[in-house]
T-cell receptor, first 115, second 111 residues
Framework: NAGVTQTPKFQVLKTGQSMTLQCAQD?????MSWYRQDPGMGLRLIHY???????DQGEVPNGYNVSRSTTEDFPLRLLSAAPSQTSVYFC??????????????FGPGTRLTVT | QKEVEQDPGPLSVPEGAIVSLNCTYS??????FMWYRQYSRKGPELLMY????GNKEDGRFTAQVDKSSKYISLFIRDSQPSDSATYLC???????????FGSGTRLSIRP
């Protein structure tokens, strides 16, 4: 199993550009989520999904869109990049249900810089 | 006020010392309490979890939850240089799927 994979590993964007961060998992996990990690702020939940076709907002959803058309993939779209979105982005997945969601498997992260 | 508060450190202790890491929270609906460990430039990994109150031990690691005080702790005994990492507490309510993380404590074990 590859686990949770994220592409790209690094990305530099100019203000106003859009892009999609890719996330895929091969563990047949129902639950997937996106976090951003900033110094001193810990991991903040952007969006999450409890299954294909179902998504919901986390703590900091503004400026980001998600969709979940398959169990395996959960892409994160930046609509119009801003310097405040400079961060490290982590995708995570887990088995579904509140009694299994606590065990999140994280990808290696994408380091995004917006200039 | 943030739902989960964690002292960011950094915390530096000598090898062999007992380490105590703590978090406080405000949401009484939280039922699952987790500790994740994150090495530099890596994704976090689940270290331990506790459901509701009480203690849980796993080798050199002990997790404690005091729901009456809304306070959780992670103790590391006989700390090793390989324990040097950022430790993040995380919490989840049974009825919800959101996991809320603390800001993380950076720990360094000096040989």
């Amino acid at each position: 199993n590859a686990g949770v994979t994220q592409t790209p590993k690094f990305q530099v964007l100019k203000t106003g550009q859009s892009m999609t961060l890719q996330c895929a998992q091969d563990m047949n996990h129902e639950y997937m989520s996106w976090y951003r990690q900033d110094p001193g702020m810990g991991l903040r939940l952007i969006h999450y999904s409890v299954g294909a076709g179902i998504t919901d907002q986390g703590e900091v959803p503004n400026g980001y869109n998600v969709s979940r058309s398959t169990t395996e993939d959960f892409p994160l779209r930046l609509l119009s990049a801003a310097p405040s979105q400079t961060s490290v982005y982590f995708c995570a997945s887990s088995y579904g249900g509140a009694d299994r969601a606590y065990e999140q498997y994280f990808g290696p992260g994408t380091r995004l810089t917006v200039t | 006020q943030k739902e989960v508060e964690q002292d960011p450190g950094p915390l530096s202790v000598p090898e062999g010392a007992i380490v105590s890491l703590n978090c406080t929270y405000s949401n009484s609906a939280f039922q699952y309490f987790m500790w994740y460990r994150q090495y530099s430039r890596k994704g976090p990994e689940l270290l331990m979890y506790t459901y509701s109150s009480g203690n849980k031990e796993d080798g050199r690691f002990t997790a404690q939850v005091d729901k009456s005080s809304k306070y959780i702790s992670l103790f590391i005994r006989d700390s090793q240089p390989s324990d040097s990492a950022t430790y993040l507490c995380a919490m989840m309510a049974s009825s919800a799927s959101k996991i809320i993380f603390g800001s993380g404590t950076r720990l360094s074990i000096r040989p």
